[in-house]
């Protein structure tokens, strides 16, 4: 079993994007996951107690206030409410949470966890729904997910059936502790888009790379740098930040010119793009 945080090194998602930049992510194991997965029971069950107290305490005050047994309109709004509930509760939670929240739940957000498609594309509700519908097979026996663990532990990319059905797989968002091309670009990324100074838009005028360096670069890589811009909302935050960075940092040393450190990589390759549009390269 993977301890959480230290799942062997060589379990990566290795993705070539169209932009010819090889992305290496770190596949969560079975102890990240179980993490979650308890958190995540625990929010459910904490959940359920609330609303039978809820219950409790609606059913008591009604006695005491002499509103006598409840009439049945009410009772079948408040059966109708409590199967909305259970039915959220048990079966949305989990769809709902990764399609609306970049693919996490509580628990996969508290152990730096996220479910995104195997081309490192953000999942849809579809994708969501579709893996935890799944999940009545996984979890057999009821809640101990032995079905689950057998397919986990049966593929390298440790998918569950539903993680198969959808096309999906769970990864990392802390660093890889695996060097790509001499450095953490992983470490280099988070840093870049977690600082402060970044939080608010940068227009591409507050960078201008200079013309001469500029020159340097051929129409294929403006078509590599455009590609990557046309697609970049559809792409999981984590992955987007690191193809930016892989990039970017292409371009630069094409340039001859390092890369600044004060500079999103982004706004930096929307700078290139405008500043060789502007030259009437292609």
């Known amino acids: 079993m993977s301890i959480p945080g230290h799942e062997n090194q060589l379990d990566q998602l290795n993705i070539e994007t169209p932009e010819q930049v090889d992305l290496r992510l770190p596949i969560a194991g079975i102890g990240s996951r179980f993490l979650a997965i308890l958190t995540d029971t625990v929010i459910q069950i904490v959940a359920e107690v609330l609303l039978i107290l809820f219950i409790v305490v609606f059913l008591s005050a009604s006695q005491r206030e002499h509103f006598g047994e409840v009439s049945d309109t009410a009772g079948k709004w408040l059966i109708a409410a409590i199967v909305l509930f259970h039915f ?27 479910v995104i498609k195997d081309s490192g594309r953000q999942i849809t509700l579809f994708e969501a729904l579709a893996r935890n519908l799944i999940r009545v097979i996984d979890m057999i026996p009821p809640n101990l997910y032995f079905v689950g663990l057998i397919s986990m532990l049966c593929n390298k990319q440790q998918k569950r059936l539903g993680d198969l059905v959808a096309g999906t797989i769970v990864i990392h968002e802390r660093a890889s502790e695996q060097p790509v091309l001499g450095h953490n670009s992983r470490s280099i990324t988070a840093s870049v888009y977690q600082t402060p100074q970044f939080e608010s838009v940068q227009r591409v005028g507050a960078f201008q790379p200079p013309a001469d360096a500029v020159a340097r670069l051929r129409a294929e890589d403006l078509n590599v740098i455009e590609s990557f811009l046309a697609r970049a909302l559809d792409l999981d935050l984590s992955t987007r930040a690191e193809i930016a960075s892989r990039i970017a940092t292409s371009m630069f040393a094409k340039m001859n010119l390092p890369l600044p450190q004060d500079v999103n990589p982004e706004r930096a390759l929307e700078a290139i793009s405008h500043a060789m549009r502007s030259q009437a390269r292609v």
């Open 88 to 114: 959220l509760l048990f079966w949305g939670y989990f769809g709902l949470f990764e399609a609306f929240w970049n693919g996490q739940t509580p628990g996969k957000r508290l152990v730096k966890i996220r």
